[in-house]
C-alpha cells in the first residue's frame, strides 16, 4: 500500500533557529497536509496543499507541495519553544479510499530555549 | 461549537474485557474514522465511515467494531481487550473527501492489562 517516509524522526534545536523536515513517498499523491500535536492532544491543521508546485505559509510556518507530487516539505522559521511537539505530513492519493488519509510518522521538534 | 467530542480521555482495563469508546461531532461532517498512535508507528487507520449506515475497514481493523447510527456519532467497540490494543485512540472526521483535513478529537488513551 501507499507509504509516507518522514524525516527526521526527530530534532533538537536552539530556539530562533530554521527547521526542516520533509515527507516522501513512492506514490503520487493529490493533497498533502501537515499537521502538529502537542502533548496529550490530537493532531491540528497546520497547512494543506493542493496542487503541484505550491508554496504555502501560516506565519513562521511554509510549506511546499514536490512538483513531482511524491514528496512536501515543512519549514519553520525562528524556532521559539511552543513549536515543540510532533509534526506529521499527510496525504490523499489516486486512488485512494474516499476520504482516507495516509500519515507519516511524525517528526518530534524539541527547542531548547 | 465543540467539534469532535472524545471520551473517555483515560481508560484501564483488564485482558478479556469490553468496553466502547465514544466519539460525537457537531460539525455535520459526513466522514467520520477512528486512528490509533503507537510510538514510532505514527498514525494508523482502524476503520472509517463515509456517512450513516456505511463502515469500512482500515490498516488494522483486528479486534475492533464499528457503527455509524447517526451522522454526528461513530463509536469503537472492543469486544475482547488484549495488552496489544493499549494505545491512544484518535477518532477524526471531515467533510467527505478529506481534501480538506481532518478534525481530531483529543484522544483516548487505553491500558490493557
Known amino acids: 500500500g501507499q507509504q509516507l517516509n518522514q524525516s527526521p524522526q526527530s530534532m533538537f534545536i536552539q530556539e530562533g533557529e530554521d527547521v526542516s523536515m520533509n515527507c516522501t513517498s513512492s506514490s503520487i499523491f493529490n493533497t498533502w497536509l501537515w499537521y502538529k500535536q502537542d502533548p496529550g492532544e490530537g493532531p491540528v491543521l497546520l497547512i494543506a496543499?493542493?496542487?503541484?508546485?505550491e508554496l504555502t505559509s501560516n506565519g513562521r510556518l511554509t510549506a511546499q507541495f514536490g512538483i513531482t507530487r511524491k514528496d512536501s516539505f515543512l519549514n519553520i522559521s525562528a524556532s521559539i519553544p511552543s513549536d515543540v511537539g510532533i509534526y506529521f505530513c499527510?496525504?490523499?492519493?489516486?486512488?485512494?479510499?474516499?476520504?482516507?488519509?495516509?500519515f507519516g510518522k511524525g517528526t518530534k521538534l524539541s527547542v531548547k530555549p | 461549537n465543540a467539534g469532535v467530542t472524545q471520551t473517555p480521555k483515560f481508560q484501564v482495563l483488564k485482558t478479556g474485557q469490553s468496553m466502547t469508546l465514544q466519539c460525537a461531532q457537531d460539525?455535520?461532517?459526513?466522514?467520520m474514522s477512528w486512528y490509533r498512535q503507537d510510538p514510532g508507528m505514527g498514525l494508523r487507520l482502524i476503520h472509517y465511515s463515509v456517512g450513516a449506515g456505511i463502515t469500512d475497514q482500515g490498516e488494522v481493523p483486528n479486534g475492533y467494531n464499528v457503527s455509524r447510527s447517526t451522522t454526528e456519532d461513530f463509536p469503537l467497540r472492543l469486544e475482547l481487550a488484549a495488552p496489544s490494543q493499549t494505545s491512544v485512540y484518535f477518532c477524526?472526521?471531515?467533510?467527505?473527501?478529506?481534501?480538506?483535513?481532518?478534525?481530531f478529537g483529543s484522544g483516548t488513551r487505553l491500558t490493557v492489562v
Open positions: 460539525m455535520n461532517h459526513e466522514y
Open positions: 499527510a496525504g490523499q492519493g489516486q486512488g485512494g479510499s474516499q476520504g482516507n488519509l495516509i
Open positions: 496543499l493542493y496542487k503541484a508546485g
Open positions: 477524526a472526521s471531515s467533510m467527505v473527501g478529506g481534501n480538506y483535513g481532518y478534525t
